[in-house]
């Protein structure tokens, strides 16, 4: 089912910001909302994808989502070509501990554990 998100801001999950606070501005151009999967897509190219989505939330100035089983970010590296190679991802998964395992292909590749703290799983700002 189409879903719409209007607001356009920089990305923080589960408290952990993409790049630096307010550094990015993403705007949606396509999203769909089936059940607990919510996909999206971004004006740079970029794609969210979050599954178990849970209280889903998107007006004019504010889009969240409270919480979520598992988060994927994809994005091509800016200001590079974009191609095979270029295509990055940070992947956010919920343990059964409540905490959040943070993995990327990019840097070392050793997941860093978050400590959601209440803080919604998604959040444009």
Same mark, same amino acid.
């Given at each position: 089912?189409?879903?719409?998100?209007?607001? *356009?801001?920089?990305?923080?999950? &589960?408290?952990? &910001?993409? /790049?630096?606070?307010?550094?990015?501005?993403?705007?949606?151009? =396509? %999203? *769909?909302?089936?059940?607990?999967?919510?996909? %999206?897509?971004?004006? @740079? /190219?970029? =794609?969210?994808?979050?599954?178990?989505?849970? @209280?889903?939330?998107?007006?004019?100035?504010?889009?969240?989502?409270?919480?979520?089983?598992?988060?994927? &970010? @994809?994005?091509?590296?800016?200001?590079?070509?974009?191609?095979?190679?270029?295509?990055?991802?940070?992947?956010?998964?919920?343990?059964?501990?409540?905490?959040?395992?943070?993995? =990327?292909?990019?840097? =070392?590749?050793?997941?860093?554990?978050?400590?959601? %703290?209440?803080?919604?799983?998604?959040?444009?700002?």
């Amino acid at each position: 089912m189409a879903f719409e998100i209007r607001k *356009s801001g920089s990305f923080c999950f &589960w408290g952990d &910001w993409f /790049g630096r606070p307010l550094d990015n501005t993403h705007r949606c151009v =396509s %999203a *769909s909302l089936e059940g607990d999967l919510l996909m %999206a897509d971004f004006e @740079e /190219g970029e =794609s969210l994808t979050v599954y178990g989505a849970k @209280e889903v939330f998107s007006d004019d100035g504010k889009f969240y989502v409270t919480d979520a089983d598992m988060i994927v &970010w @994809e994005w091509d590296l800016y200001d590079e070509p974009k191609d095979d190679d270029s295509r990055r991802f940070i992947e956010y998964r919920k343990l059964p501990d409540g905490r959040i395992q943070k993995t =990327s292909d990019l840097g =070392s590749g050793i997941p860093e554990y978050i400590d959601p %703290a209440g803080r919604n799983a998604v959040e444009l700002y």
